[in-house]
T-cell receptor, first 114, second 114 residues
Framework: KAGVTQTPRYLIKTRGQQVTLSCSPISGHRSVSWYQQTPGQGLQFLFEYFSETQRNKGNFPGRFSGRQFSNSRSEMNVSTLELGDSALYLC?????????????FGEGSRLTVL | KQEVTQIPAALSVPEGENLVLNCSFTDSAIYNLQWFRQDPGKGLTSLLLIQSSQREQTSGRLNASLDKSSGRSTLYIAASQPGDSATYLCAVYPPGAGSYQLTFGKGTKLSVIP
């Protein structure tokens, strides 16, 4: 059974540009969550989608957005990139069943903003 | 606001030693608690999930316990091996149905010396 797949794995952007990251969850999983990991702040929750609806959102500016498609694949977008957006972006999937489902993470997309 | 603390931040042990990693959280009203491991530059690998009604979980040489009333969890690793070298993270699930807005600790970086 394939795990959580994230693309691209690495990317470099310049300030002011925008970026779109993609996540394919484990087959059958309907919940997709996104996290940002930085050396200073650690892992921070961005948002979670279930059946194409955003269920929860973390404390990030509106430049960070996401969506989920009918096949449960998810994308997140960051507009007007800032140097501080350099981070490892991790996607996780779960069955989505009321807090009993275990979270499984992908390998992440490492974004560098120059 | 939930805060998760992992002490120590780094730990170095000789191969074969048994060890305990600690995780504490400020708000005991959590649902599940999950332990992960992260290798450098990689995503998170799920180790153990302790669900709401459980107090401990075991997998191979790993045993995790949870005491919600005291706000503490421990991860016990028996007979440590160099391959166990990684950063270990604990994360707590908030109460309420359907939320994957986990709060993570900063992790304990474990080095097992051959």
């Amino acid at each position: 059974k394939a795990g959580v797949t994230q693309t691209p794995r690495y990317l470099i952007k310049t300030r002011g540009q925008q970026v779109t990251l993609s996540c394919s969850p484990i087959s059958g999983h309907r919940s997709v969550s996104w996290y940002q990991q930085t050396p200073g702040q650690g892992l921070q929750f961005l948002f979670e989608y279930f059946s194409e609806t955003q269920r929860n959102k973390g404390n990030f500016p509106g430049r960070f957005s996401g969506r989920q498609f009918s096949n449960s694949r998810s994308e997140m977008n960051v507009s007007t990139l800032e140097l501080g957006d350099s981070a490892l972006y991790l996607c996780a999937s779960s069955s989505g069943q009321a807090n009993t489902g275990e979270l499984f993470f992908g390998e992440g997309s490492r974004l560098t903003v120059l | 606001k939930q805060e998760v603390t992992q002490i120590p931040a780094a730990l170095s042990v000789p191969e074969g030693e048994n060890l305990v990693l600690n995780c504490s959280f400020t708000d005991s009203a959590i649902y599940n608690l999950q332990w992960f491991r992260q290798d450098p530059g990689k995503g998170l690998t799920s180790l153990l999930l302790i669900q709401s009604s459980q107090r401990e979980q075991t997998s191979g040489r790993l045993n995790a316990s949870l005491d919600k009333s005291s706000g503490r969890s421990t991860l016990y690793i028996a007979a440590s091996q160099p391959g166990d070298s990684a950063t270990y993270l604990c994360a707590v699930y908030p109460p309420g149905a359907g939320s994957y807005q986990l709060t993570f600790g900063k992790g304990t970086k474990l080095s097992v010396i051959p």
